[in-house]
């Protein structure tokens, strides 16, 4: 008899509040094995951010503080230079990284602070009522897109890990989804070599995860997954943008 | 080490570095840009974090970071910088972190002026950021206070888990004085010590959480009502002001910071027309100190209000003689210093003319 | 002894295991609402000889509910 599969340690047993189907729940389980399995939950301390995952505090199980919207890489700043030895990380969604949080995002990565970033994108503002995001698509209809974002007054869909790799002092930077096992297994991939990049103080690191939002795309959640496969990933290609783990071999 | 003659900024900077704080995030504003660029040439020396950020929204979170994770942590603006920190000022105080927060005051409102003013007393005594919360808030008004204030301040905020304000103004930030630091308290930043601090769990069973969200109601009250108790026992044990001549004055000005020198002359060249003129000194600007008023309202004629705004203190001051003698004010704004003369005609004014 | 166990009081029904199972196996009950209020998902005891144990379903399942034994 052997355990193919059970719960991390790094989740706490409190159960997740996430909507059905919400990728946040998948996502947080990545982060915690990744922890778990690098052995370095009893030195972790997670910044929560503004958000669905306003209660990521709650879920995982090392040191966690809540900060503003959009001010986690700021505040993770804080802790880092306070701990340099401990593991620091931020969980964001697309309005608390790339909206509001932009210049602590950008800043974050040129100082190329030791600090691991999970960006979930899910196109569209969640708690607060499936509002546009920053990364919500052209055409998409939003709450406050009722029409269809159009470029005229919108502008363009936000692409964080393209800007983010121009920076020297970012040094791992992926973009993965989850929609299906064989990206979900990719995903934590991606998780564990950007924790890795910050045990190796080789600086910033970040993983922007294409994520849904059954309940305000208004799909049920196995068409909310095909949603990121068929009209996320063509706009946001899936892939390693800066990687600096090779060099230090 | 005798005494050093400094700049009142970089006494607030090395007296932070003395009272054990070696994390220290900032932005460039004037008038207090020689904290920065003292610390960015000190904390290395000491082992320390300097860090500028980009913005004061980043720099006070990276306090709230920083303090939440254990550290002593000190962080200087300006008025308008002041301004964008109050969201995580009010995250600060809810969260109970401890921090130091000095503004070296310049002229309002809106990009306003660089010169000094104390047109932020409401802005740090009523609140600023969003919520019920209070910061403890301290006034120097020589540069050696504000080195002994800012040692103070160190230790009551971990005291109270609860962020203390210095508020100077570009006068006290930029001029220098002989400062004495060898007979000032020395302080350390012993994080083991705060075993609510976020530093990793280590061998602790119990995780730690710097948090101010509570959806409940109820608790969220009771978490308001226990910070509030925080500021009750606050408002008892960390009074501060000064008293002159007040004992028999007819009139007694109320000024703080550089005014409050100002003041002091005045009592001299009133002395030479006979007016009988004392001074009450917050020091504490909050909790407002209530005892002078008290000592003072049976004999006093009036009170007379002194400060580089368009009148803000004069408010506590009406609250504490509430109703009983006048209270007059007389301010200057925009960068514009009270001057002696001035005071001394609204003094005759108050009295009823030079005896 | 093969088992895919469900800790059904926190299963929301959002059914992603049944479309990564690719044997099929898995169904939401029918018969039953957990404490939620939701069908949870499980495996019919005649079904379970199909199962290959290769922990699909827990992996993409976003509240943890299921745990796989080979």
């Not at chain 1, 919207?69 to 990284?97: C, E, M, N, S």
């Not at chain 1, 999970?118 to 708690?127: D, V």
């Amino acid at each position: 008899m052997a355990v193919v599969f059970q719960k991390t340690k790094g989740l706490t047993d409190v159960p997740f509040h996430y909507c059905p189907g919400c990728t946040h729940g998948i996502v947080h389980r990545l982060v915690a094995e990744v922890m778990e399995e690098l052995g370095v939950l009893d030195k972790a301390i997670g910044v929560a951010p503004v958000g669905c995952a306003v209660f990521a505090y709650e879920y995982f199980n090392c040191d966690m503080q809540e900060a503003a919207h959009g001010r986690a890489p700021a505040v993770a700043t804080g802790i880092k230079r306070v701990h340099p030895d401990k593991v620091v990380f931020t969980y964001q969604g697309d309005g608390d990284l790339a909206a509001i949080g932009t210049a602590e995002t950008v800043h974050a990565a040129a100082r190329g602070e030791n600090i691991t970033v999970i960006f979930i994108n899910n196109a569209i503002y969640g708690m607060t009522g499936g509002q546009m995001a920053p990364t919500s698509l052209i055409e998409q209809e939003t709450l406050t897109t009722p029409y269809g974002r159009k470029p005229e007054n919108n502008g363009y869909p936000v692409k964080m890990c393209e800007m983010l790799s121009t920076l020297d002092g970012a040094s791992y930077i992926e973009r993965v989804s989850v929609y299906d096992v064989k990206h979900v297994l990719q995903a934590k991939k991606a998780i564990k070599n950007a924790f890795t990049a910050q045990l190796n103080k080789k600086g910033f690191s970040m993983i922007e995860v294409l994520s849904s939002c059954p309940t305000n795309w208004g799909l049920s959640p196995n068409e909310a997954l095909k949603w990121i496969k068929d009209n996320m990933e063509p706009y946001y290609p899936l892939g390693v943008y800066k990687n600096t783990l090779e060099e230090a071999k | 080490m005798a005494k050093v003659l400094m700049k009142g900024n970089e006494a607030l900077a090395e007296a932070a570095i003395q009272a054990g704080c070696r994390h220290y995030f900032g932005y460039p504003i004037t008038p207090q840009n020689e904290v920065t660029a003292y610390m960015a040439k000190r904390m290395p020396e000491v082992g320390g974090v300097f860090l500028q950020a980009e913005s004061e929204v980043s720099a006070i979170n990276m306090v709230y970071g920083a303090g939440g994770a254990g550290a002593r942590v000190l962080i200087t603006s300006s008025s308008p910088g002041i301004s964008l920190m109050q969201e995580g000022i009010s995250y600060i105080a809810g969260a109970e972190v401890p921090c130091v927060i000095a503004n070296i005051m310049r002229g309002g409102p809106g990009l306003g002026g660089i010169q000094p003013s104390q047109s932020d007393y409401f802005q740090a005594t009523k609140g600023g950021g969003h919520g019920d919360y209070k910061l403890i808030v301290l006034a120097p008004s020589t540069i050696q206070e504000m080195a002994d204030l800012v040692q103070q301040a160190f230790d009551i905020a971990d005291k109270y888990r609860n962020p203390v304000m210095i508020l100077g103004d570009g006068m006290l930030g930029q001029m220098m004085e002989p400062v004495d630091f060898d007979n000032i308290k020395k302080g350390e930043n012993h994080i083991s010590e705060k075993t609510w601090a976020t530093t990793g769990m280590g061998t602790r069973k119990k995780k730690n959480i710097i948090n101010s969200l509570e959806l409940d109601p109820q608790m969220l009250e009771k978490h308001n009502i226990e910070l509030f108790n925080k500021y009750e026992k606050a408002s008892k044990e960390e009074v501060r002001y000064e008293m002159i001549n007040c004992e028999d004055a007819e009139i007694i000005l109320v000024a703080y910071g550089t005014i409050a020198r100002v003041a002091k002359n005045v009592i001299e060249l009133a002395k030479r027309e006979n007016i009988k003129v004392g001074l009450i000194r917050p020091i504490s600007l909050w909790p407002f100190p209530v005892e002078p008023f008290e000592k003072t309202v049976d004999h006093v004629k009036g009170y007379l209000s002194i400060e580089m705004s368009m009148g803000q203190m004069v408010e506590d001051v009406k609250l504490a003689v509430n109703g009983r003698k006048p209270v007059y004010f007389y301010g200057r704004a925009g960068g514009m210093v009270p001057e002696p003369a001035a005071i001394l005609e609204e003094i005759r004014k108050i009295s009823g003319g030079a005896k | 002894m093969k088992q895919v166990i469900f800790d059904e009081n926190l299963c929301k029904s959002c059914e992603l295991c049944v479309e990564a199972c690719p044997k099929h196996i898995i169904e939401m009950d029918q018969d039953r609402l957990n404490v939620k209020g939701y069908h949870p998902a499980m495996i019919k005891p005649e079904n379970m000889e199909k199962c290959i144990s290769c922990g699909f379903c827990a992996i993409m399942c976003p509240d943890t509910v299921i745990t796989v034994i080979k």
